[in-house]
């Protein structure tokens, strides 16, 4: 059960999109359309923002939208915003009850 | 409203062990399962386990196998995170989170976090 593969990093300016890629197996990403992401700032818990690949929970901007191919699941956010930085999170369903984290992308808003 | 809360930040030795807990409320906890995630210094989150406390079905991470225990009372409750003996790279904040549901695959509740640092 490896760690999902995402950037290190992105940025973007204020007003631009980014997208956040996240790889992993067919024995997760590629199997299960059950990718949820999560938003972290430093010192504060994870804030769910995509769930079963592309669905928004209630209160999410809908400037985060998420997307899967194949192996890879994708968070796209759209019209940055200051308050955008953060770390990015992408988590897979593994089957028997067990899921696998990426390693987390820094989002960096210039 | 639903809210788990975690038990503060613990300083230990090496060796020494160590339980911290993930209380939930608003919901019922015998319901849905809770996991645990952990954050090294500088690095990112790992899933290391989850417990439905209704029956105390518990699975692991293979990487946290045997080095932790997770476990539940739920006339309390609350679910724990265990070490039997610390060593320093247990070192960690670590996160409990709801799943959301017994056929759904995410996390949609988090705790606080609980700090634990292990130095001689």
């Known amino acids: 059960q490896s760690a999902l593969t995402q950037p290190a990093s992105v940025s973007g300016s204020p007003g631009q999109s980014i997208t956040i890629s996240c790889t992993g197996t067919s024995s997760d990403v590629g199997t299960y359309n059950l990718v949820s992401w999560y938003q972290h700032h430093p010192g504060k818990a994870p804030k769910l923002m995509i769930y079963e690949g592309s669905k928004r929970p209630s209160g999410v901007s809908n400037r985060f939208s998420g997307s899967k191919s194949g192996n890879t699941a994708s968070l796209t956010i759209s019209g940055l915003q200051a308050e955008d930085e953060a770390d990015y999170y992408c988590c897979s369903y593994a089957g028997s009850s067990t899921w696998v984290f990426g390693g987390g992308t820094k989002l960096t808003v210039l | 409203e639903v809210q788990l809360v975690q038990s503060g930040a613990e300083v230990k030795k090496p060796g020494e062990s160590l339980k911290i807990s993930c209380k939930g409320s608003?919901?019922?906890?015998?319901?849905?399962?809770i996991g645990w995630v952990r954050q090294m210094p500088g690095k990112g989150l790992e899933w290391m386990g989850i417990?439905?406390?209704?029956?105390?079905?518990?699975r692991y991470s293979p990487s946290f196998q045997g080095q932790v225990t997770i476990s539940a009372d739920k006339s309390i409750t609350t679910a724990y995170l265990q070490w039997s003996s610390l060593k320093a790279s247990d070192s960690a904040m670590y996160y409990c989170?709801?799943?959301?549901?017994?056929?759904?695959?995410?996390?949609?509740?988090w705790g606080q976090g609980t700090l634990v640092t292990v130095s001689s």
């Open positions: 417990i439905y406390p209704g029956d105390s079905d518990t």
């Open positions: 608003g919901y019922s906890l015998t319901s849905y399962w």
């Open positions: 989170a709801r799943r959301a549901g017994s056929s759904l695959n995410y996390f949609d509740y």
